[in-house]
């Protein structure tokens, strides 16, 4: 099991951070060490996508860059729901949460977003749902919930925004964003109901990117 979750921060971009705990210290219950994983991830993505969305900016691809610019937000919103369960818990986390990152070509760093939410709606927040549920840990497992579903929206959306660069013209995809403020969840326009798809937040409330 131990050599499973070193293999998994690997695999997440974390290995050597610190989270572990060494053996002569009392061991944080798996919900917890989870939500720091989590929270450094989450707050990682979202520079690496605010970045990336000024790279496509000057790629001359304001479409995405808009587009990466309110991902960049919901993935702020993760980090933080995930740090104030940390503190109801009076858990701790490190105050500079940020990774390294690269930034590369626009295609290359859809690419990499599109990576980014497969990894964690395939493997990481599964996991972690499965067990802050063992550990009855209620806020731990609607954190990780409402974060696991919006990155399957961002997954869409970074399909849609491949296939456009395909084509070689980013017209036709959508030119403004919002986002819910509780928890993260991504509209394009089209998309947008009078209310969360996740919460009961309106969406007079949202913040918008165009």
Known sequence: ???DRRNFLKKAGLAGVGLMTACSQPKPSKSMNDLKVA???EATTQEKYSKFAIKAKEENFPKIATMFN???KAEGIHATNHQKVMEKLKGTYPASPVGTFDVKSTLENLQNGLET???EIE???PLFIKEAKAENMTDAVDAFTWA???EIQHQGYYNLAITAFGTGSEENLPGSWY???GCGGTYAKEDLKNTCYFDPT???QFFEFK
């Open 179 to 181: 986002v819910c403020p």
């Open 123 to 125: 493997t990481m927040y």
């Open 202 to 204: 309106p969406k007079e």
């Open 39 to 41: 929270y450094i991830r």
């Open 1 to 3: 099991m131990k050599t």
């Open 70 to 72: 309110a991902i960049a």
């Open 117 to 119: 939410e497969n990894f």
């Open 148 to 150: 696991f579903e919006v």
